[in-house]
């Protein structure tokens, strides 16, 4: 997150609950009879006493916000009961009303649910609002939503603009300000953002796939910008359109499965679809038809060859439809099977409006100069079409003709990053447009339109990107670059430079950066296996998790459990928020084993301080554990006798809960929280005969002999 915005998740947990806390207890006070005025008085005081003010002090102060708060804004925002976000909860209600309220509040987790969002309201208001003017700048709460991802003109957030715009109309109390930058009270706010609070509320607690996505938009700029300075590749040529773009022309979005946006560069340059049509048709005909009628005319293997070779497979089918043969049968199923009875036009239509939907709305139109060239410059996709009617390729009833013509007019559909990004977020997202959330497509529909873009989207690149990138993608001749993320999000790279095989050479690059840097290749998740970030955890999550597993091993005296940590590469030296280590609680609970092998093995200092000032031996004699005590005060006799032994840095001092997590580079590097000794370390240790102060016993889990093997098994 950008410095200075608040997030629910981390600056207000504490508020919330503390508030949520006096709202509860007030509310139990709160007599039936006492009027709403009074409530909300009591809350202001509570408010207030927070800051300080007393006695006449607070009156006066509460008189002042009052007058402050109620007109003229507030007059007119609730005397007009048409508006939208007016609160009906308080408009008078009906005996027979009242009854069905009651009834469905004693049956359903609504109530909570509503009431968990007014909480969500107030604690939005009060990370947002000025204590002196007890208002809120909406220009600063619109900021702090566009950090989590979400836009100002995301669908999903439409009313919520709409009421800004109603508010500033009917509010001539503030005159400087815009709609967006105008500054509201408190029940104005509530009624401004209720209708769109649940996507607020989960913006700003940061559970979106991407909790930290201000982080990760940086290190895709990064990437972008090194991209940029790629000058290889040749610009299309084969029609005079595609020959004209600019080839410094560079842009990039991302659209995330829960509509969180980032672009940058050329990304609303119109470009033509060209074979990033292709997925899509695709996508349509196993919507319309199921995958069995589909591949009874078209195969699923890569060709092996270029896209447009004339060649078929063994069974004198296309070998997939991502190459031009492939998508030419597809077009053909559409008018022969899908939509047998509509002219051309009307399927043209039809697809743009599936195109369309897939993109929640946003540009897909149509280039006629490309479509006019891409037909003159057609002899080879002719070719195709006529080899392929020669071999019976295509369905019964086929036009031939009207096929091409399709054909052409889905490569000439014009779109740009923007728009894209959020195709394949759909893609991404099982069919789901995650912007306007309606189902386009079946989840199985995009299952096998992944599964083909994997192993056939780059061309004759498709076995190299499979391996070298392991996601879905599908490109285009005109420099596009389709990347799905499945289940986190859709990415769309437009550069019109090409390499040999037709790739863009910027398209191509950023997307083998992405994976060497994040965890995405589809086997990243292997165990064991990466160091790469992985976005997609909370920050504080991946920590707390980690010191849990690691302090409950300790402390259950599970020394099996203590080994996997530290072969995962674990930084056994993690402590809580009261600093107390894996040391100490095994050490309290008298589990000998685990001391030896937190010393021996992994090379744990023997003297952390908890927030108490406790080392693990004073725990292990509080507690009465002789043997323990008995092995590290010898343990710890010995390395004092030695200047090496156990780095005095106090683990405690990296162990505050909020603490940013240390990157992986961190761990790697630190000399103190890597579990493996570095080889200068263990070598001396090794030659002084020092491995460990204590001879381990005969019968331990934990022999000095292991620990010297340990060190040479991979991974350590
Ligand atoms: N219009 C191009 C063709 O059919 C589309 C192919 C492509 O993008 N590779 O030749």
Redesign the pocket.
């Known amino acids: 997150m950008l410095k200075g915005v608040p997030t629910l998740a981390g600056r207000n947990l504490r508020l919330l609950t503390t508030q949520a806390q006096v709202l509860v207890h007030q509310r139990a006070k709160a007599s039936a009879a006492e009027p709403v005025e009074d409530f909300d008085q009591e809350t202001d005081l509570l408010k207030r006493a927070k800051f300080g003010h007393t006695g006449k002090q607070l009156q006066q102060k509460i008189i002042n916000e009052k007058n402050l708060r109620a007109p003229p804004l507030m007059n007119l925002v609730f005397a007009n009961r048409k508006l939208s976000f007016y609160d009906t909860s308080s408009t008078p209600k009906t005996k027979e009303d009242n009854a069905k309220l009651s009834q469905r509040r004693h049956y359903s987790m609504r109530p909570h649910r509503e009431q968990e969002q007014r909480n969500a309201e107030d604690v939005l208001f009060d990370m947002f609002a000025s204590e002196e003017t007890g208002l809120i700048s909406m220009g600063k709460f619109l900021a702090g939503l566009k950090t989590t991802g979400i836009r100002r003109n995301d669908p999903r957030v439409r009313e919520l603009m709409d009421n800004l715009k109603k508010v500033h109309k009917l509010n001539n109390y503030e005159t400087g300000s815009s709609a967006e930058t105008q500054h509201l009270n408190r029940e104005t706010f509530k009624a401004v953002v209720a209708p769109n609070i649940v996507l607020i509320a989960k913006a700003f607690r940061q559970q979106f796939v991407i909790p930290d996505f201000t982080s990760f938009v940086k290190d895709i700029e990064d990437i972008y910008n090194r991209c940029k300075t790629n000058t290889l590749g040749k610009l299309a040529d084969?029609i005079p359109q595609l020959a004209r773009y600019n080839p410094d022309s560079w842009g990039l979005s991302i659209c995330t499965i829960d509509g969180q946006r980032f672009s940058i560069g050329d990304v609303d340059v119109p470009f033509t679809l060209?074979?990033?049509s292709k997925p899509l048709t695709y996508a349509i005909a196993l919507e319309k038809l199921g995958p069995k009628v589909v591949h009874s005319y078209v195969g699923q293997e890569p060709s092996g060859r270029n896209?447009?070779e004339l060649v078929l497979d063994q069974n004198k089918k296309p070998h997939n439809p991502m190459i031009?043969a492939g998508?030419i049968l597809t077009c053909s199923l559409m008018n022969a099977l899908v939509k047998p009875d509509m002219t051309s036009a009307e399927i043209f239509d039809y697809t743009m409006s599936w195109f369309k939907r897939l993109s929640g709305g946003e540009y897909i139109g149509f280039n006629n100069a490309v479509f006019l060239s891409?037909r003159e410059a057609?002899d080879?996709?002719y070719a195709l079409g006529f080899y392929m009617r020669e071999n019976k390729c295509f369905p019964k009833r086929t036009n031939l003709k009207e096929v091409m013509d399709f054909?052409?007019q889905c490569?000439s559909m014009e779109t740009n990053c923007e728009a894209m990004s959020v195709i394949a977020a759909s893609l991404a997202n099982g069919g789901i447009c995650p912007t306007t959330e309606e189902k386009v497509f079946r989840p199985e529909v995009i299952r096998d339109v992944l599964s083909i873009m994997h192993s056939c989207g780059t061309?004759d690149y498709s076995g190299q990107f499979a391996f070298k990138v392991g996601l879905p993608a599908k490109?285009?001749?005109?420099g596009g670059m389709m990347l799905v993320i499945p289940n986190v999000m859709g990415i769309f790279a437009w550069s019109p430079p090409l390499d040999h095989l037709?790739n863009t050479v910027r398209g191509l690059q950023f997307c083998e950066e992405l994976v060497s840097m994040f965890n995405f290749h589809r086997y990243d998740n292997l165990k064991h296996l990466s160091n790469k970030k992985d976005p997609r955890k909370h920050r504080y999550e991946t920590k707390g998790l980690s010191i849990v597993n690691l302090l409950f091993s300790a402390a259950s005296g599970d020394v099996t459990a203590l080994r996997r940590h530290r072969l995962s590469g674990m930084d056994i030296t993690l402590a809580d928020y009261d600093g107390r280590t894996a040391l100490h609680l095994a050490a309290s609970e008298g589990h000998l084993e685990c001391v030896k092998f937190l010393l021996e093995q992994c090379h744990v200092p023997h003297n952390p301080k908890d927030r108490w000032g406790n080392l693990p031996v004073d725990e292990a004699e509080n507690f009465g554990h002789c043997h323990v005590v008995e092995f590290l005060r010898s343990w710890a006799e010995k390395a004092d006798q030695s200047s090496e032994e156990c780095k005095p840095e106090a683990v405690t001092s990296k162990t505050q809960a909020d603490e940013e997590i240390c990157s992986t580079s961190d761990l790697e590097t630190s000399p103190t929280t890597s579990p493996i000794p570095t080889p200068v370390e263990s070598g001396s240790r090794a030659g002084s005969g020092r491995s460990s102060p204590v001879p381990s016993d005969a019968g331990s889990t934990a022999s000095a002999g292991s620990s010297i093997d340990d060190k040479t098994k991979p991974g350590l």
Do not use: I, L, T
């Open positions: 084969y060209q074979s990033c896209f447009n031009n998508a891409e057609a080879r996709n054909y052409f490569c061309y490109s285009g001749v005109s037709g």
